[in-house]
T-cell receptor, first 113, second 115 residues
Framework: KNQVEQSPQSLIILEGKNCTLQ??????????LRWYKQDTGRGPVSLTI?????NTKSNGRYTATLDADTKQSSLHITASQLSDSASYIC????????????FGKGTTLSVSS | KAGVTQTPRYLIKTRGQQVTLSCSPI?????VSWYQQTPGQGLQFLFE???????NKGNFPGRFSGRQFSNSRSEMNVSTLELGDSALYLC??????????????FGPGTRLTVT
């Protein structure tokens, strides 16, 4: 069964600290993996998209890694800011006719001062 | 370039009624996907339309339907509303769909409450 599991479910960190969010998936055949940031009451915004051949991609203070062999991805946030407080969602796309997106349930990050 | 717009933003309906939600994609985008987001289930894929054709469908009952017009605008309809249909409904547009690595842009969502 195609699944995407994220951990931790929630996380509280102090402003300025780094953190890493995890995503494990059992999706086959794999097409790409995306990380989204969703602020409360708003639609998700894409942070990174990685295909099978990519193992690291950065977007400012956000760095995503992908290990296609172990089917794991991580999102590392450097020097966190209060504005990083949001839900971070890992999404895996399966390569098949049409579109099949499998969503993780997200990690809720709270950055406090 | 204007982003994805969804109307209405908020909606309250009574159980048994039906509802139609609207989504206008970014200009030039031909793919529109719909999602349901609830606190318990997270984001779940409803369906995707590309060039007026449903290209893929998630695991939702037939009460959920959609269509896409020639200008790529899309509507989603839910008939015989149930309390469990209360959710944030999101639409997303992309140039060609999500099977390849095209960026997908989400709208702000429609918050549907069923009483």
């Amino acid at each position: 069964k195609n699944q995407v599991e994220q951990s931790p479910q929630s996380l509280i960190i102090l402003e300025g600290k780094n953190c890493t969010l995890q995503c494990n998936y059992t999706v086959s055949p794999f097409s790409n993996l995306r990380w989204y940031k969703q602020d409360t009451g708003r639609g998700p915004v894409s942070l990174t998209i990685m295909t099978f051949s990519e193992n690291t991609k950065s977007n400012g203070r956000y760095t995503a890694t992908l290990d296609a062999d172990t089917k794991q991805s991580s999102l590392h946030i450097t020097a966190s800011q209060l504005s990083d407080s949001a839900s971070y969602i890992c999404v895996v796309s399966a390569e098949q006719a049409g579109t099949a997106l499998i969503f993780g349930k997200g990690t809720t990050l709270s950055v406090s001062s | 370039k204007a982003g994805v717009t969804q109307t209405p933003r908020y909606l309250i309906k009574t159980r048994g009624q039906q509802v139609t939600l609207s989504c206008s994609p970014i200009s030039g985008h031909r793919s529109v996907s719909w999602y349901q987001q609830t606190p318990g289930q997270g984001l779940q894929f409803l369906f995707e339309y590309f060039s007026e054709t449903q290209r893929n469908k998630g695991n939702f009952p037939g009460r959920f339907s959609g269509r896409q017009f020639s200008n790529s605008r899309s509507e989603m309809n839910v008939s015989t509303l149930e309390l469990g249909d209360s959710a944030l409904y999101l639409c997303a547009s992309s140039l060609s769909g999500t099977r390849v690595s095209y960026e997908q842009y989400f709208g702000p969502g429609t918050r549907l409450t069923v009483t």
